[in-house]
T-cell receptor, first 115, second 112 residues
Framework: AQSVTQPDIHITVSEGASLELRCNYS??????LFWYVQSPGQGLQLLLK??????LVQGIKGFEAEFKRSQSSFNLRKPSVHWSDAAEYFC?????????????FGRGTSLIVHP | DTEVTQTPKHLVMGMTNKKSLKCEQH?????MYWYKQKAKKPPELMFV???????INESVPSRFSPECPNSSLLNLHLHALQPEDSALYLC???????????FGPGTRLTVL
């Protein structure tokens, strides 16, 4: 069965500093990987996804992620964090079931941004 | 139109009440989903509809009853809920065969 590990429950960074959120997955085939962001009391918004091709993927809001098959990782990065990036971040791996890709989410990483 | 809407935003109900949550999208997505999310936890899948037919039920108690009247609308009917059912209920949609889901803002449900 597929699984996703986000080892950091909380990450605290200063505004303007760089950010890396870690994600490791377990999946038997080529994974379909996602990063979602959730602001307090809101739904999830897709930041970026990887299915095939270039292993460095660009997303919205200046985020990028790199797929490393040898490490089973899909870490999210941003070169300079803004206070508005404070939110919960979920990594997910999708598996195909009944024509839909069903995400298995990690537990989430809460990003705290200090001014 | 690239959004998923959910109504109501907040709902408070007693354990004997019957209420419904509504979700709507006009992106032509033929897969729609219901999730339950407790505080500080990831979303948990409840139901999946493909082409308006229920394709996945993640062993959800029968006090939750989903309905997909047409390709744009998804309902979740609630009856005889328990206080532990209090959570954020999220709806999502996607193109079939595509992984990325579009989420609505959720309905915050409180069961007294």
């Amino acid at each position: 069965a597929q699984s996703v590990t986000q080892p950091d429950i909380h990450i605290t960074v200063s505004e303007g500093a760089s950010l890396e959120l870690r994600c490791n997955y377990s999946y038997g085939a080529t994974p379909y990987l996602f990063w979602y962001v959730q602001s307090p009391g809101q739904g999830l918004q897709l930041l970026l996804k990887y299915f095939s091709g270039d292993t460095l993927v660009q997303g919205i809001k200046g985020f990028e992620a790199e797929f490393k098959r040898s490490q089973s990782s899909f870490n999210l990065r941003k070169p300079s964090v803004h206070w508005s990036d404070a939110a919960e971040y979920f990594c997910a791996v999708g598996h195909l079931s009944g024509g839909s890709y069903i995400p298995t989410f990690g537990r989430g990483t809460s990003l705290i941004v200090h001014p | 139109d690239t959004e998923v809407t959910q109504t109501p935003k907040h709902l408070v109900m007693g354990m004997t009440n019957k209420k419904s949550l509504k979700c709507e999208q006009h992106m032509g997505h033929r897969a729609m989903y219901w999730y339950k999310q407790k505080a500080k936890k990831p979303p948990e899948l409840m139901f999946v509809y493909s082409y308006e037919k229920l394709s996945i039920n993640e062993s959800v108690p029968s006090r939750f009853s989903p309905e997909c009247p047409n390709s744009s609308l998804l309902n979740l009917h609630l009856h005889a809920l328990q206080p532990e059912d209090s959570a954020l209920y999220l709806c999502a949609s996607s193109l079939l065969g595509r992984g990325e889901q579009f989420f609505g803002p959720g309905t915050r449900l409180t069961v007294l």
